[in-house]
């Protein structure tokens, strides 16, 4: 037996040394360098305000007499846009000149007849009761004039409300209870909102307040209006409580804003400057505080502002969304204060691109804040 597993053994261990190995799973080969991903693209540099300077203030101050009332003046503003030197026109040299004449007849005539028939030179008075030639002369003479002058009124109305044409650029002013509101809807729907400004001792530290550079005391704002000269202009109004109007003088402009509907009309201001105007309907306790400031730029200005708030020109490519709110970017220096930590506030409320009202005071309640 044991000469029988002595053999059996030694030919089951030759076997086993004989048999071929079984293969080892190779280990897993080195992953290749993966393809060179792209650099994550660099944020776009802001573009800057080309309206303000390095702290945030405005670059461009009114001109005396231009844009903005004069003391003791009694004419008209001067004009900026086709349409209002015609009005100008108008006025100086049919309109004034009529009235004039009229008056200065009918003063003349009033002292003739008060001096000629009197009872002393009159005792015993004409008893005529017609004169076909005198009823004949003043009915034709007033048509006439009526006639005269209604050629180039009825000129004036239809540039007035003549539409504006392809390719303007669209500027939605927006009324509010007490403060102006504004949207670019073809330029990336930018959205401003502009608070007056308050004189320095109206306001706390580190808020802003008005400067020469802003524009007139009740007129400067805290936000501009910027418009490119030389291009037509929509503008379009519209309220979100009461009545109140877009009046802007040198553009020969004034147009109600209601709510719940659009006024509309169109204009090209000719020359580049800041223009100030006011909202002339009455709409309750801070009608009066509620200016408008418009600063009019070159065409190529103007897209650079566009881009500088994060808009786009019609026909350009979209830039990447603003984190910021779009025509109010809290970072601009605009604070009057030597710290630059310290918070940029408005005078009257903080900037935000919506429709609410801007200040506390209740309608009517007669807090003028002033």
Known sequence: MRSFLVPTILLA??????????????????????????????????VADPTLDAAGKPLHTAVPGIGEPVDKAFSLQQQVTPTGQEAHWFHNTILLPLITVISIFVLLL??????????????????????????????LAPVLILVAIAIPSIKLLAAQFKPAPKGAVTLKAIGNQWFWSYEYPDNGNIQLTANMLKEEGQVGKGQRYRTDADGPRLLA?????????????????????????WAMPAFW??????????NETSFIIQKEGVYFGQCSELCGARHAYMPIAVEAVSPAKFAQWVASKGGTMPGAAAEPASSTAIGNDATDATANGTTEAEPTVNATATPAPSNQPATANPAG???TGN
Request: charged share 15%; glycine share 4%.
């Open 13 to 46: 261990a030759g076997l086993a040394f004989a048999s071929p190995g079984v293969a080892q799973p190779a280990a897993p080969a080195a992953p290749a360098a993966s393809a060179a991903q792209p650099a994550p693209a660099a944020p776009a540099a802001k």
């Open 110 to 139: 009033l002292i003739w007849v008060i001096i000629r028939y009197r009872r002393a030179a009159n005792p015993t008075p004409s008893r005529t009761s017609h004169n076909t030639a005198i009823e004949i002369v003043w009915t």
């Open 221 to 245: 704002t805290d936000q501009r209006v910027v418009l490119p000269v030389g291009v037509p202009i929509r503008l379009v109004t519209t309220a979100t409580d009461v009545i109140h109007s």
């Open 253 to 262: 402009i004034k147009l109600d804003a209601i709510p719940g509907r659009l």
């Open 365 to 367: 309640a007669g807090n």
